[in-house]
């Protein structure tokens, strides 16, 4: 009982052209994706691998979907028109089941002044990781069970390049008549006297409050995040703090099925840690084994706890399960713990073959938005270059 379990190939194929010798300059960007059923059982589904029937379990044993933009270039400024894969703060297409989810609309990329990175989009369509469908609206991270769909997301925002080792990055999004979006962050690299070693740090920060017309109410979320890691030569010893001010959770625009990429320190493998009020910590550590002489080897392994969730004064469409009879009465605590351990090949006919495998535990009060589960994804990526 609760148990899924699936085996799916995904094929991605993408053309980027380049671009015609005249003052503005064309170019095209195409692809083709095309998800494969290897295995499937009805009452295992629901991996979001497959498309599937809810009412029946049954999955196709294909789907697929080809796209395209048309880009225009003049000096250092990119126009894009079509189907894309933007990948911001604000919003970051799902990457983390077999086929990645895209967008439709406009995008524009400045590049003119030295280090700063520009960006700016207006985007009226999606596509879900795990179908064909082409969606008129976007979700949020909470999906169906919020019932949140807006006609289209904005944003405006870039990066700046301070040094080799120092970054700044803040972006403005609106997803319309939903929320506005804030957000910014930082990276940081400080190399210390002996050799090998380094300091990094990382902040992460959002904000979102109702805009337009507030569909959903209000909505009033201030999410604070930071990392610390110390680096000893091919080992990183990392700790991390987040915390939600707030009596909403943190959402961010999602694609039916499944949220997106969002820059979130503390999120792992399965859960979020961005509940109301919710305080987390986070300890990680990561070893590549290279010096050892397994070139391409790497192993991640970290443990986030997060406690403090109080729901009783958050949005109601935030509320689910037991949350929306007891109006949120539960102080929530969990946590999680990953472990990854990743092969790429260096050299030889299978040069860029990519091998992870990643195992997660979380475990949870009772009535969490999120399950107990012991999870296992082995995933398998070769790129090839015509």
């Known amino acids: 009982e609760g148990y899924?379990?699936?085996?799916?190939h995904g094929i991605v194929a993408q053309l980027q052209s380049g671009w015609t010798d005249t003052p503005i300059q064309f170019g095209v960007d195409a692809y083709g994706m095309v998800g494969l059923k290897l295995y499937s059982d009805e009452l295992k589904t629901g991996t979001n691998l497959l498309e599937f029937d809810a009412k029946t379990g049954k999955t196709k044993d294909a789907y697929g979907e080809i796209g395209g933009a048309l880009k225009l270039k003049y000096n250092d400024t990119v126009m894009t028109y079509g189907d894309q894969f933007p990948n911001v703060p604000v919003i970051a297409v799902s990457t983390v089941r077999l086929l990645p989810s895209s967008v439709t609309g406009l995008s524009i990329q400045d590049k003119t002044f030295n280090n700063l990175t520009l960006n700016a989009a207006h985007f009226y369509r999606m596509n879900p990781v795990d179908s064909t469908d082409h969606l008129n609206y976007f979700t949020s991270d909470y999906g169906p069970g919020a019932g949140i769909q807006a006609n289209s997301i904005s944003y405006v925002g870039?990066?700046?390049?301070?040094?080799?080792?120092?970054?700044?990055?803040?972006?403005?999004s609106q997803l319309e008549d939903v929320w506005n979006q804030y957000y910014?962050?930082?990276n940081a690299t400080y190399k210390l006297a002996k050799e090998g070693h380094?300091?990094?740090?990382?902040?992460?920060?959002?904000?979102?409050?109702?805009s337009g017309d507030k569909k959903y109410g209000d909505i009033d979320a201030l999410l604070l995040s930071a990392l610390m890691g110390y680096q000893i030569k091919n080992h990183t010893f990392s700790i991390g703090y987040q915390q939600v001010v707030g009596d909403d959770p943190f959402d961010w625009v999602g694609?039916?099925?499944?949220?997106?990429?969002?820059?979130?320190l503390n999120l792992t493998q399965f859960a979020t840690f961005t509940e109301a009020n919710e305080k987390s910590v986070q300890a990680k550590y990561d070893?590549?084994?290279?010096?050892?002489?397994?070139?391409?080897l790497s192993?991640?392994?970290?443990?986030?706890?997060?406690?403090?969730?109080?729901k009783t004064k958050s949005n109601p469409i935030y509320l689910i399960g037991a949350e929306k009879t007891n109006g949120g009465n539960v102080d929530y605590s969990h946590w999680e713990r990953d472990i990854t351990l990743a092969y790429k090949v260096p050299t030889g006919f299978a040069k860029g073959l990519d091998v992870k495998v990643r195992q997660a535990t979380h475990r949870a009060t009772k009535g969490y938005r999120y399950n107990d589960i012991d999870e296992v994804r082995v995933?398998?990526?070769?790129?090839?270059?015509?």
């Open 4 to 8: 899924r379990s699936e085996w799916a």
């Open 158 to 172: 870039g990066t700046y390049k301070h040094s080799d080792s120092v970054n700044y990055t803040a972006y403005l």
């Open 184 to 186: 910014f962050g930082a």
């Open 198 to 210: 380094a300091l990094r740090f990382a902040t992460s920060n959002y904000y979102n409050h109702e």
């Open 255 to 264: 694609f039916s099925t499944i949220g997106g990429n969002p820059s979130v």
């Open 287 to 296: 070893v590549d084994f290279t010096p050892y002489g397994a070139t391409g």
């Open 299 to 310: 192993l991640m392994a970290r443990y986030v706890y997060g406690w403090d969730v109080d």
């Open 379 to 386: 995933i398998f990526e070769y790129p090839l270059s015509f």
